[in-house]
T-cell receptor, first 114, second 114 residues
Framework: SAVISQKPSRDICQRGTSLTIQCQVD?????MFWYRQQPGQSLTLIAT?????????ESGFVIDKFPISRPNLTFSTLTVSNMSPEDSSIYLC???????????FGPGTRLTVT | GQQLNQSPQSMFIQEGEDVSMNCTSS?????WLWYKQDPGEGPVLLIA?????ELTSNGRLTAQFGITRKDSFLNISASIPSDVGIYFC??????????????FGQGTILTVHP
């Protein structure tokens, strides 16, 4: 399994500002993803973080709102832009092992927008 | 899009009892995964299933990948207080572009009374 860390673990932000979340994996992985978990809800896939190219977004998520970078095989960032209270959620980074298909999650970043 | 129906939504049991929860899908999945999420944490992978009909155990946990590839169940035997948490099923579908992109069930909240 992969060890995944995220920074920050939590933050409280003002409406209209942006927050960048970092995800670091302890080994090189091909597939990295970002998920959102709204309060009391299940997880929803935001996008696939592609190394060296633009992320692939799921329906309902756009690059202007959730820009993603992935400069190498162990690191990715997700920015939540122009935040509103509706963006208050846990944001989770995940990696999938190509050989096994198992997916592992980071500890999450708990974001509160006031 | 793909949907997963997970049941039950919540369970209240006595310590020592067995627990069963299941997920059904409107479409075929290639991989079924079961996770447990504790408050303030990311989901932790419990069991991964890769083949239709596969039955896999992890300690007191047993999960099966349904023959139709549209369902899976998770059993927990002899429950203990630390089993408390939210259990999620997840899967990713057929096709190369779906690899690693998980669809999640709604979750089952498990409460164990000592």
């Amino acid at each position: 399994s992969a060890v995944i860390s995220q920074k920050p673990s939590r933050d409280i932000c003002q409406r209209g500002t942006s927050l960048t979340i970092q995800c670091q994996v302890d080994s090189q992985v091909t597939m990295m993803f970002w998920y959102r978990q709204q309060p009391g809800q299940s997880l929803t896939l935001i996008a696939t973080a592609n190394q060296g190219s633009e992320a692939t977004y799921e329906s309902g998520f756009v690059i202007d709102k959730f820009p993603i970078s992935r400069p190498n095989l162990t690191f990715s960032t997700l920015t939540v832009s122009n935040m509103s209270p509706e963006d208050s959620s846990i944001y989770l980074c995940s990696v999938t092992a190509r050989t096994s298909g198992s997916t592992y999650f980071g500890p999450g970043t708990r974001l509160t927008v006031t | 899009g793909q949907q997963l129906n997970q049941s039950p939504q919540s369970m209240f049991i006595q310590e020592g009892e067995d627990v069963s929860m299941n997920c059904t899908s409107s479409s075929i999945f290639n991989t079924w995964l079961w996770y447990k999420q504790d408050p303030g944490e990311g989901p932790v992978l419990l069991i991964a299933l890769y083949k239709a009909g596969e039955l896999t155990s992890n300690g007191r946990l047993t999960a099966q990948f349904g023959i139709t590839r549209k369902d899976s169940f998770l059993n927990i035997s002899a429950s203990i207080p630390s089993d408390v948490g939210i259990y999620f099923c997840a899967g990713h579908g057929a096709g190369g572009t779906s690899y690693g992109k998980l669809t999640f069930g709604q979750g089952t909240i498990l409460t164990v009374h000592p």
